[in-house]
């Protein structure tokens, strides 16, 4: 052993406690007056950490039992942790509880106990609360934009999209509203009409629906900017809150979320939706491409059939033709001699052979070999 080292048998229990005091780790001592009542457990001392970490003063309870300044804290696992301690002299780890009383606030902490001299206990504390909301906010982010794109996949169009999206995201943040906004392509100062809402009473955000449509005719337009505002706060809207979908770097619309709470909005669902708008951009790619691949082949069947109908024309004229030239051919050599006869023959000839390259031309249909490359450039 090192010399200046202590063990629990030499350092007596005011050593102990100032050595907590300054301690970043929340410390409070409880001493157990009779082993086999945990109900005799009495409030020592506590570090100022440990005031933190519980968010509350903890002064009044010096000195008392736990009766009298903790008695919640008897209907949690931790009392009788502490007097296994003060028994067998070895740590041991109580785990999550979450507690809350008159002075102190709701929480979930972490809870060491270890043994002390005088039979006393060390209880580490730790609030734990702000870590484990962050973690199931996280998982139930997780699990909703899980789910949101599964049904994405399965969607016909990109509006039953953002109506999934809308209906899936606003009961899980505990927003009313939701809308979504589709951008007119041809003017940027307005949103084309659709019917993607989300209300969780329909009746009593009837005149702000009717004000935000208004407004989406004209976003420029101050009066009915200030319209929906009014008409928001009188159905008890405090905030809203927009995300982007963008395609290529073009805006196609945006989901916005109105909530009736001081609440700000979680950050891991932020990030959440955020996937959901850059999800529905390449929806919207994906409808485009589709749209201008159907209309692609569309004017080349055209352009095929077009050529069918000329090749058939070109080739029932060649046949006239060449009738004509047969007749020609017939006549007595003496009638042919003539310089009108010799030039429409030979313009014949002439004609009849250019019907047959067209006609071998003509006989190539068109091929569409077109990628989605080329189509996103045109």
């Known amino acids: 052993m090192q010399p200046g080292a202590y063990t629990r048998r030499n350092v007596d229990l005011a050593t102990s406690l100032r050595a907590f005091r300054d301690l970043p780790v929340g410390v409070a001592v409880w001493r157990l007056c009779d082993f086999n009542d945990v109900r005799s457990l009495r409030f020592v001392a506590v570090n100022p950490a440990c005031e933190r970490e519980l968010r509350a003063p903890l002064g009044f309870a010096i000195g008392k039992p736990i009766t009298e300044c ?22 041991e780890t109580v785990g999550e509880i979450v507690y809350q009383d008159a002075r102190i606030p709701k929480g979930i902490f972490w809870i060491d106990c270890f043994p002390l001299p005088d039979g006393c206990v060390g209880v580490a504390l730790e609030n734990i609360t702000e870590r484990k909301r962050m973690v199931e906010s996280q998982s139930r982010a997780l699990d909703v934009l899980h789910r949101i794109t599964v049904r994405l996949n399965q969607a016909q169009s990109v509006l039953e999209a953002t109506q999934i999206c809308v209906d899936e995201i606003c009961p899980q943040i505990g927003w009313p509203v939701g809308r979504f906004f589709l951008s007119d392509e041809t003017s940027p100062s307005r949103y084309l009409p659709n019917p993607v809402w989300h209300f969780s009473d329909a009746q009593r955000f009837r005149a702000f629906r009717r ?14 900017i200030e319209y929906r505002t009014i008409q928001g706060q009188k159905a008890g809207l405090t905030r809203s809150v927009g995300f982007s979908v963008v395609e290529n770097g073009f805006l196609r619309g945006v989901l ?72 020609l051919e017939s006549l007595p050599r003496g009638r042919q001699s003539t310089t009108a006869a010799q030039q429409f023959l030979e313009s014949t000839r002439r004609m009849r052979q250019h019907l047959d390259e067209l006609k071998h031309l003509t006989a190539m249909p068109l091929e569409f070999h077109t990628s989605r490359a080329q189509i996103g450039r045109a």
């Open 70 to 91: 903790f008695p919640r804290l008897l209907d949690t696992p931790a009392p009788e942790r502490c007097r296994h301690v003060a028994l067998s002299g070895k740590p």
């Open 256 to 327: 916005e979320f109105s909530s009736d709470s001081a609440e700000p909005l979680d950050s891991n669902f932020k990030r959440m939706i955020s996937n959901v708008g850059f999800q529905l951009g390449q929806l919207f790619a994906r409808e485009r491409a589709a749209r201008e691949c159907h209309n692609l082949r569309q004017r080349i069947d055209s352009q095929n059939a077009q050529r069918n109908a000329l090749s058939k024309m070109l080739f029932s004229g060649r046949t006239s033709l060449s009738a004509d030239l047969a007749s």
């Open 211 to 224: 004000a935000t449509e208004l407004y989406e005719r004209d976003v420029t337009n101050r009066l009915s």
